[in-house]
């Protein structure tokens, strides 16, 4: 777990982080959504109109190497503009002493592409190679979250541009100068949406279509830092008993939900007090809408469809005596989930297996329920994986919205009579929510949905407390 600066600057054009990025997942008390389908009606306390407001940033440890930081990041922003995941890249790409810097930097300039870029273009006579293009980001973005040390910046910068390509130091040299001379001037025609929100246009599109009331809060949410929020395990300890544990620790923390802890501060994993003994998981407090709502019973047969990294198994279990099958199609995933009941001192059949082909793992014995998180766009969850953003393509809404269609179907046959399935995703598109959902309700009459009391349409839009989510829970009769 590592912090990030942001841009301490308006949102809209200049996004605003609030927290520093942990790799885990509120508003204060029940996680009801916003007026109105679960959005914000009119203008938002941290909307396109919100006024500079003075963020903490995270400063670089003094001992790290800024040169080499801003390589790796630019490095790592290259890699996902060919196509891998953020996560993925830095798994294996950082620098020995340099995790915090790195992340820093990456996930910071993966917020705030959009204006970037657009800067980049300003300060350009002509296209430069990829690999420069993404260091000359990251350097941007060091500049606007930073500017206090300009200075410093721009000389490690163009130590970096000459690691990677001799020839161009002078050109970043004055491309970085530039920008500081010009920033305001810079800033005034970047006004394309895509600069102002830091997102793709057809993403823009889509928000604003599917949620016009507030789409700007939307966006604006996806740039936010993530909270990091705890999953207390009632069979362990209450919520109460866990608060009080951390305020022994010196650690605050306000209550979120049934069982959620929002932290005022991220920590490392490893300073979680009783984190390593299964009394608390971290878990994003929209996600912990999920085991609730699916009303698990003692003696119930439960398949966890899609389960790793098991989060949502394991709450399923700290809720309810019931036999339990997590069932994911990766092996590696598929281990992480063992990991997780292990810590939690928890039981379950760990399956490795297609829920598109059940034929190669059920035993043939319907499910009393089933939670499909289904896979998705994630564009709820950008404000934990900015590289979301850059990596989706428009075309992978309906794509995906087919899976999700094919997943239902097959699902719907592993359930018993009177039985409830519970849909979940992570995005923010109806295309695969409520859409995909009246599709489905459509071809099978024997299927009925369900209120879900805490989200009238079933949506949970994402704000500075939690991501996006959207569920919907099916009886079947």
């Known amino acids: 777990m590592s912090p990030e600066g942001d841009i301490p600057v308006k949102q809209g054009r200049d996004l605003l982080g609030v927290s520093p990025h942990t790799a885990t997942d509120s508003k204060s008390g029940s996680l009801s959504p916003h007026p109105g389908v679960g959005c914000t009606v009119g203008p938002s306390p941290l909307g396109i109109a919100a006024k500079k407001l003075a963020m903490p940033i995270i400063p670089l440890s003094r001992s790290a190497n800024l040169e080499l930081a801003l390589f790796a990041a630019g490095d790592a922003i290259a890699q996902v503009r060919a196509g891998r995941s953020l996560s993925d890249?830095?798994?294996?790409?950082?620098?020995?002493?340099?995790?915090?810097?790195?992340?820093?930097?990456?996930?910071?300039?993966?917020?705030?592409?959009?204006?970037?870029?657009?800067?980049?273009?300003?300060?350009?006579?002509?296209?430069?190679?990829?690999?420069?293009?993404?260091?000359?980001?990251?350097?941007?973005?060091?500049?606007?979250?930073?500017?206090?040390?300009?200075?410093?910046?721009?000389?490690?910068?163009?130590?970096?541009?000459?690691?990677l390509e001799p020839a161009a130091k002078g050109l970043a040299n004055a491309v970085l100068r530039n920008y500081l001379r010009e920033t305001e001037a810079l800033l005034a025609r970047c006004n394309a949406e895509p600069a102002q929100y830091s997102y793709p246009q057809w993403w823009i599109d889509g928000v604003r279509k599917a949620w016009p009331q507030c789409w700007e809060s939307v966006l604006n949410a996806g740039n936010?830092?993530?909270?990091?929020?705890?999953?207390?395990?009632?069979?362990?300890?209450?919520?109460?008993?866990?608060?009080?544990?951390?305020?022994?620790?010196?650690?605050?923390?306000?209550?979120?939900?049934?069982?959620?802890?929002?932290?005022?501060?991220?920590?490392?994993?490893?300073?979680?007090?009783?984190?390593?003994?299964?009394?608390?998981?971290?878990?994003?407090?929209?996600?912990?809408?999920?085991?609730?709502?699916?009303?698990?019973?003692?003696?119930?047969?439960?398949?966890?469809?899609?389960?790793?990294?098991?989060?949502?198994?394991?709450?399923?279990?700290?809720?309810?005596?019931?036999?339990?099958?997590?069932?994911?199609?990766?092996?590696?995933?598929?281990?992480?989930?063992?990991?997780?009941l292990t810590r939690l001192g928890l039981d379950a059949r760990v399956v490795c297996g297609d829920c598109l082909s059940p034929a190669a793992w059920s035993d043939g014995k319907p499910y009393d329920r089933i939670l499909l998180?289904?896979?998705?766009?994630?564009?709820?969850?950008?404000?934990?994986?900015?590289?979301?953003?850059?990596?989706?393509?428009?075309?992978?809404?309906?794509?995906?919205?087919?899976?999700?269609?094919?997943?239902?179907?097959?699902?719907?046959?592993?359930l018993a009579p009177d039985g409830k399935l519970l849909y979940a995703t992570c995005s923010v598109f109806p295309d695969e929510n409520a859409q995909a959902i009246a599709s489905f309700l459509a071809r099978n009459s024997a299927a009925c949905q369900l209120p879900l009391a805490e989200l009238d349409c079933g949506q949970l839009l994402p704000d500075a407390q939690h991501d996006g989510f959207f569920y919907a829970l099916l009886e079947k009769h």
């Not at 350009?124 to 606007?144: E, F, S």
């Not at 950008?382 to 393509?393: A, E, G, Y």
Request: proline share 6%; glycine share 8%.
């Open 89 to 163: 890249v830095l798994s294996v790409q950082e620098p020995a002493g340099l995790r915090a810097a790195v992340q820093d930097l990456a996930y910071g300039t993966l917020r705030n592409l959009g204006l970037l870029d657009a800067l980049l273009a300003e300060l350009l006579r002509k296209p430069v190679k990829p690999a420069l293009h993404a260091l000359l980001v990251c350097a941007l973005y060091q500049l606007r979250a930073r500017p206090h040390t300009a200075h410093t910046t721009v000389d490690q910068a163009v130590r970096a541009v000459s690691r």
């Open 373 to 414: 998180d289904a896979p998705c766009t994630a564009s709820g969850v950008v404000k934990r994986h900015p590289d979301i953003k850059w990596l989706r393509r428009e075309s992978d809404i309906a794509r995906l919205a087919a899976i999700q269609g094919r997943m239902l179907d097959a699902m719907w046959q592993q």
């Open 224 to 340: 936010l830092h993530p909270p990091m929020t705890l999953r207390v395990n009632r069979r362990r300890l209450t919520r109460e008993q866990y608060l009080a544990k951390l305020g022994e620790h010196g650690i605050a923390g306000q209550s979120v939900g049934m069982n959620a802890i929002l932290l005022e501060r991220p920590l490392p994993i490893e300073a979680i007090p009783g984190f390593n003994a299964g009394e608390v998981s971290v878990q994003d407090a929209g996600a912990q809408l999920a085991a609730p709502f699916l009303d698990a019973g003692p003696g119930m047969r439960v398949l966890d469809a899609c389960a790793a990294p098991g989060g949502k198994t394991g709450h399923i279990l700290e809720l309810a005596d019931c036999t339990l099958t997590a069932l994911d199609n990766d092996p590696a995933r598929a281990a992480r989930i063992r990991d997780n």
